[in-house]
């Protein structure tokens, strides 16, 4: 009887300490596990990145420019390297607006219309104004455009922040 | 039992075996003696589940590995704490291993018809020995790859098959990408799959023949006490487990977690060690030289393993009494004598080994220093980029293979120039002002005359001079004005031109003297006219590229702590500070690297 008892004290105890010792080992080998949950691992190393002087880009005129930057990839920088390509539209003197180059339909190229001062999207032919402005087409909606802010005329793109 | 466990257990027969498993007689009674052997299995647990998670953050490259492991350790959470578990717990397991293998030795349960657990057990020991060996290397840090390369320069001594054994584990003729995919395999793949086969064997086996009780013991209790291995065994097992989890996480706390040297360097000369496990084999292989290199590295250690494994064969007496088995015990514990006094004398001979000390202390700093530079990101190149992307360690290069012939710092150098140590300090400045012709300037040849002023007046004037180009840390507005007057007004401007870049006189143009600007133009050109012109010595240094000459400008800077600013922000500032501890002050104390650590 009593020995039974001790035995199923030690049974309770041996539970408990094992959940305790297992749940001790457990804490950071997953808090390891899900740092990425909790951490940015891969991002860009700037936030907003310069990609030119204002005079760089007439006014009504939109220009389709290459945007570089660095990249942290855990422990690796990569400089240079090219992220993608945007429309810079200069509005006015010193308004513009920075739009995505991919259409918000299905994500195809969208190129200037020159001639029709159009924006076409050549995949299932989607219509923007010069603003990014959805005319028509399949479109949900307009141009994806940056957040962008002027310094000392050179112009600057976050280019992880679209509106 | 309910309805779901109950359709579960008729398709599994888990519960079975799970009592199977837990439901072991164990004679004589439950132990604390026989808790190694489990100890070593949850070690073996804790390896696995921190390597496992540790595997996911790592990159097998040379050019990766180190940088992988230092995002583990300084960029993760719990990266350091695991890294730290895994570290020392590999040698926790080394210990508690040769432990298990004394207890198993003094029970004499490796007598019949134990023979083959003794042998399995052997192996084990060896596969954990080998797991110590092969992680080692993985970080890819100084430590681990010089240490490293004393191992596999011993598998290279075995006669014949020595430089094929060498290589295959190399994966070619030296280090490099193969070597480290190899021993990662090795180490998570082969190496666990190895010790899981054994292990299994070996338990089998021991489930066979059950326990080795205390010797003491008589046949009428063995017989009559047994106790249930669940939960009696198994309850000393787990008190003794989390015992062993709490010491080893302490113990990581306490040691702040596993070391990560610099990146390893193969052109440094780097004093190999290795694992404290291994020192005694090190140890032993000072004595053996040139041709008995080979006792020590093949002869030696193949004798004391065929010992190990003979040993159930050559001790067939029955008796598991210790005064039975005396030459036994001589043998085997004067093997344990041998292997405690080998260590013992190297330990001790590092630490009497200023080298040996100083290069530890070196280590730290570097590896304190690699941590700095590699927050900002490691190139793609490697771990080893890092250094040659920091301007300081560049220009402490440059000025090593350009300016030491003539220059001294810190004792260190030639006297053909002037002496460098505190290089453009106000002091170093004022003392120019005070004898341009003592030996620490421009010796007996100086052309300009000593000023006769107070020290106070001269830093004034050296106040002055420094503050033209912004480069002072700290300028006194009251002593530039006094300054300023002092050189203006005075004699200077009879041979010397300030304010005037370009203007020339006698002696060199002081406009914004020891700027980065006036010693960049100096450098490359001293003997123009406006600097010495034809009484000039020094060579001219026009081949430096930009890149070299603006990290010397900088090394120079950092020469004293008055001209620290080179950026105005103030992170710059403290990393130059830090930069200029680690590059100058070989023999920092304690203090300083703890901050620099502490970061």
């Known amino acids: 009887m009593e020995n039974k008892s001790r035995r199923n004290f030690l049974k309770i105890a041996s539970h408990a300490l094992g959940g305790t010792l297992a749940a001790g080992i457990a804490v950071p080998v997953v808090g390891l596990a899900v740092h990425p949950w909790m951490k940015e691992t891969i991002f860009g190393t700037e936030d907003f990145i310069a990609i030119g002087a204002l005079e760089d880009f007439p006014v009504g005129r939109p220009k389709k420019i290459t945007i570089t930057s660095s990249k942290m990839d855990a422990w690796n920088v990569f400089d240079g390297l090219v992220m993608g390509s945007v429309w810079v539209v200069r509005t006015g003197d010193n308004s513009l607006q920075v739009l995505s180059v991919n259409c918000p339909h299905l994500g195809c190229g969208v190129d200037w219309g020159e001639d029709v001062k159009k924006f076409l999207c050549p995949c299932h032919e989607g219509v923007f104004d010069i603003n990014g402005q959805k005319l028509s087409g399949p479109a949900p909606r307009n141009m994806y455009s940056y957040e962008t802010k002027i310094e000392n005329n050179t112009i600057l793109l976050n280019y992880k922040r679209m509106v | ?599």
């Open chain 2, 1 to 599: 039992m309910n309805a779901i466990q109950k359709w579960f257990e008729d398709r599994t027969g888990i519960r079975t075996l799970i009592k199977f498993a837990l439901d072991e007689p164990v004679h004589g009674g439950a132990k604390w003696s026989y808790i190694f052997g489990s100890g070593l299995i949850f070690l073996f647990i804790l390896q696995a589940a921190t390597g496992i998670v540790m595997a996911s953050y790592y990159s097998p490259s040379a050019t990766d590995a180190w940088g992988s492991v230092y995002y583990l350790q300084h960029k993760t959470s719990f990266g350091w704490f695991v890294r730290g578990i895994h570290h020392f717990g590999s040698s926790a397991m080394m210990i508690l291993a040769i432990v298990h293998l004394f207890q198993v030795f003094i029970f004499g349960a490796y007598k019949k018809p134990r023979e083959l657990n003794w042998i399995s057990g052997v192996v084990l020991l060896m596969v954990i020995a080998f797991f110590g060996l092969t992680g080692y290397l993985l970080p890819w840090d100084q430590k681990g790859f010089w240490a490293t390369q004393v191992a596999t320069n011993i598998m290279g001594t075995l006669p014949v098959i020595g430089k094929y054994i060498k290589s295959i584990h190399l994966g070619g003729s030296d280090y490099g990408n193969f070597t480290i995919t190899r021993f990662f395999t090795l180490h998570v793949f082969l190496l666990p799959i190895t010790l899981i086969s054994f292990l299994f064997a070996h338990l089998a086996l021991f489930r066979k023949h059950g326990v080795t009780p205390y010797w003491k013991m008589s046949e009428e209790t063995i017989h009559n006490r047994v106790d249930p291995f669940w939960p009696d065994q198994v309850f000393k097992d787990v008190v003794f487990a989390i015992g062993m989890y709490a010491a080893l996480a302490g113990w990581v706390f306490w040691q702040g977690g596993a070391e990560l040297q610099a990146p390893a360097d193969p052109a440094s000369n780097y004093l190999a060690r290795p694992e404290w496990y291994f020192l005694f084999l090190f140890q032993l292989l000072k004595y053996c030289q040139g041709p008995f290199l080979i006792v020590g590295t093949v002869i030696v250690p193949a004798l004391a393993i065929a010992f190990l494994f003979a040993l159930p064969f050559i001790d067939r007496n029955p008796s598991k009494w210790p005064s039975k088995r005396i030459p036994f015990f001589c043998g085997v514990f004067s093997g344990l004598a041998g292997v405690v006094a080998l260590t013992v004398l190297a330990m001790h001979h590092d630490s009497k080994d200023i080298h040996i000390i100083h290069q530890h202390e070196e280590a730290e700093i570097q590896a304190a220093l690699a941590v700095k530079l590699a927050a900002k990101g490691i190139a793609p190149s490697g771990g080893l980029s890092i250094f040659e992307n920091d301007p300081l360690i560049l220009g402490k290069k440059v000025y090593e293979s350009n300016c030491r012939v003539c220059h001294k710092v810190q004792g260190e150098g030639g006297d053909t120039g002037p002496d460098f140590t505190d290089f453009g300090s106000r002091g170093w400045v004022a003392g120019l002002l005070k004898n341009p012709k003592d030996t620490r300037y421009f010796k007996e040849p100086a052309l300009m005359p000593p000023i006769s002023l107070p020290d106070e007046t001269l830093l004034d004037m050296s106040e002055f001079l420094l503050s033209q180009s912004g480069g002072l840390l700290n300028p006194n507005v009251e002593r530039v004005a006094k300054g300023q007057d002092l050189v203006l007004k005075g004699n200077c401007v009879v041979c010397h031109a300030i304010g005037d870049k370009e203007q020339k006189k006698l002696g060199p143009n002081l406009t914004a003297y020891l700027s980065k600007g006036w010693l960049k133009e100096f450098i490359r050109n001293p003997t123009a006219p406006k600097f010495y012109g034809a009484r000039n010595k020094m060579p001219q240094f026009d081949k430096l590229t930009d890149k070299e000459m603006d990290a010397l400008i900088q090394y120079l800077f950092s020469l004293s702590k008055d001209r620290l600013i080179v950026s105005q922000r103030l992170e710059d500032v403290k990393e130059r500070l830090i930069c200029f501890w680690t590059t100058q002050h070989k023999d920092i104390d304690r203090f300083w690297r703890q901050i620099l650590i502490k970061g």
